[in-house]
């Protein structure tokens, strides 16, 4: 008989060897501006000069990607695609293969991307290949804001890696994503969400989409989160707690599990006027490593950095907190990134200057003490900043814990042909056991160690579930079929459990010997057990009618009074199985003036519908029934009184 088995857990967590550092070890090395390369291997950011006249240059956005080691691999503006010799990929150029765009009048311009905004995110499961995420520049009307992908593979190209030929500009959404709303964060479903911001209609808010990347590709239907307050740019927290969206700086709830947003406060001040940022209005935006603290910096009129302390959640709370950095005036404006050392780096409007705006050195601190220093870092000869992006992050799938539950000796086959083993958590992904098969459930026939591998979906967790089967010969119990006693006849039965040395036994009756004797009807139960197997049988012993007792009066008055105005026998009400009746009525000259075949239906004192007169009249019954099914006869005579 299949059993899924109910187990007691043990837990024994293990740590999978990975840190945020490890991952951080992907965002060491970036390349933006015209020609610029900071290198943060060594802790603090070094310019590194190109020793090629190539590489980006424009001011458009850039990402770029290191090996774990923090070695870089490749960049990219989301037009084309550089190798870590700073040269195109061979299939690396134009990024964007439609038609309708690369027809378009603003390619005329040479000195500009076809790309606003790009993102690199690793393709999970593979160790070689990467997705780069981008969108159209903002004057390809009415083609702006296209979200395309294409692959990139690093075991092309002799190692310095190639664009996918399959896989290269490949559409997304057309929908039109606002401003440098494109970024990527982990996931808690082992996975990785692609967050965009597009409009829903012309004058109303616009609508977040997480996109869904895990091991089976992107998902094209992406979770929308609907009347989202749009600004030029989305962040999320290090915790992916919070998203802000800037330019009123509007504080969400970030759900890494849903890829949603919800109960969103604005405390950054006045929004856009007439398509123009307010002197308020914090266009890029940066939290802190800790999570307190969120920077903006805003390009209205003069430009200017300020903190908030998020660390309430108050709305009112937060926006009170806001204080201005430096002097009030930095001079920056641009891109705010946080750094893999955990500083925030700031970038210049101005894309000539030497070195960045400047750093904020401690930024878990509040006011002054975070310390902003401008100038810094600077770069190398020849290499410019530029204003609107210094690098985006790239998410890499969180580092899982694996917690493996041992069944020890908690199964067996006892008398069982087959056990199920079933995983502790059906709700899973990627079963796998150790003969290969999946399933979160498995038929196992004979004793050993089996295991089976999963991993959790929210949140990603890995788990290895290991059972311990013996194959323990325990007998099955079996107290024989129900038994039936006469009623009346005296019960006496004798029941015997199957027991093995070391076995308990515990009966209904409450008593442990192996054998009891039980003189009553009822239900008994008999439970053996030897850890971790237990048998139990169950027996009904009652009481049956194997005889009928029944009766016939010797007179009656069929008067209308309500009182013995019928000649019926009378069976026992408990009789079973009556089959056969007949019931007849005769005058004293032999004639049979009366005949039923129901032993529900008496004789009333009538014959041709008139009344019979008193006498003496002769009766002959018939019926088998009880659990014998025996047949009974009698006849005789009875009396009519009126």
């Not at 601190?365 to 190398?380: S, T």
Request: net charge negative.
């Amino acid at each position: 008989m299949n059993r899924i088995i109910n187990r007691l857990i043990l837990f024994v967590i293990i740590l999978v060897v990975s840190s945020d550092v490890a991952m951080a070890q992907r965002d060491n090395v970036w390349c933006f501006g015209y020609y610029a390369m900071l290198d943060f291997n060594n802790g603090s950011p070094v310019s590194t000069v190109y020793t090629a006249a190539t590489g980006l240059q424009h001011c458009n956005p850039a990402a770029a990607v290191c090996d774990e080691e923090g070695k870089l691999l490749f960049y990219s503006d989301g037009d084309t695609v550089m190798t870590r010799q700073h040269e195109p990929m061979p299939n690396g150029k134009r990024l964007i293969t439609d038609p309708l765009i690369l027809n378009h009048k603003y390619l005329n311009n040479p000195s500009y991307g076809l790309a606003n905004d790009c993102v690199i995110v690793p393709v999970p499961g593979s160790n070689t290949r990467y997705y780069i995420f981008y969108t159209t520049h903002y004057d390809l009307q009415p083609y702006q804001g296209r979200l395309y992908y294409s692959i990139v593979d690093m075991a092309l190209n002799n190692g310095l890696g190639d664009v996918d030929v399959n896989y290269k500009g490949i559409l997304l959404d057309s929908a039109g994503i606002i401003g440098k709303n494109l970024i990527a964060t982990p996931g808690d479903r082992c996975n990785i969400w692609l967050l965009t911001v597009t409009p829903i209609a012309p004058g109303k808010r616009a609508c977040l989409k997480a996109f869904e990347i895990n091991r089976n590709g992107i998902n094209p239907e992406p979770v929308i989160t609907e009347n989202f307050m749009a600004g030029e740019e989305i962040l999320v927290s290090p915790d992916r707690k919070k998203l802000v969206s800037g330019a009123s700086v509007t504080l969400y709830d970030f759900d890494a599990c849903t890829g949603k947003v919800s109960n969103g406060v604005s405390i950054g001040g006045r929004a856009w006027d007439n398509g123009t940022p307010t002197a308020y209005s914090f266009v890029r935006v940066a939290f802190s490593p800790d999570n307190t603290k969120l920077y903006g910096t805003s390009r209205a009129g003069f430009s200017f950095m300020a903190q908030f302390d998020i660390s309430s959640g108050d709305s009112a709370t937060m926006a009170a907190s806001r204080i201005m950095v430096g002097d009030g005036n930095t001079g920056g404006g641009g891109e705010l990134e946080l750094g893999p050392d955990g500083k925030i780096y700031v970038s210049r409007q101005a894309i000539n200057s030497p070195a960045l705006c400047g750093v904020i050195e401690s930024p878990n601190l509040a006011g002054a003490a975070c310390n902003f220093v401008r100038d810094f870092p600077f770069f190398g000869p020849g290499t410019r900043s530029n204003d609107w992006t210094l690098h985006k992050s790239i998410p890499v799938l969180l580092p899982q814990d694996t917690i493996v539950h041992t069944f020890k000796d908690s199964l067996a086959l006892c008398s069982a042909s087959e056990v199920v083993l079933q995983a502790s958590d059906t709700n899973g992904m990627d079963y796998v056991w150790n003969d290969g098969t999946t399933g979160h459930a498995r038929t196992v026939t004979e004793p050993g160690i089996y295991w089976v591998q999963y991993t959790n979906v929210c949140p990603c967790i890995s788990f290895t579930d290991t059972f311990i089967i013996s194959g323990l010969p325990f007998p099955k119990q079996n107290l024989g079929t129900d038994t039936l006693f006469c009623k009346g006849a005296p019960v006496n039965m004798v029941l015997a459990a199957i027991s093995i040395p070391g076995a308990s036994v515990l009966w209904s009756t409450g008593s442990t010997d192996s054998i009891i004797r039980v003189t009553d009807t009822g239900q008994y139960w008999v439970t053996v057990t030897y850890p971790p197997c237990s048998e139990s049988d169950s027996v009904t012993i009652g009481a049956q009618h194997c005889t009928c007792w029944f009766g016939v009066p010797n007179a009656f008055t069929p008067n209308q009074d309500g009182w013995n105005d019928y000649f019926l026998p009378v069976i026992e009400n408990d009789c079973p199985n009556i089959q056969n009746y007949t019931l007849s009525i005769f005058n004293r000259f032999g004639q049979r003036i009366y005949s039923a075949n129901r032993p529900d239906v008496g004789w009333n004192g009538t014959f041709g519908g008139k009344p019979c007169e008193a006498g003496t009249y002769f009766y002959e019954f018939r019926f088998s029934g009880g659990t014998l099914n025996e047949q009974y006869y009698q006849k005789g005579d009875f009396t009519l009184l009126r």
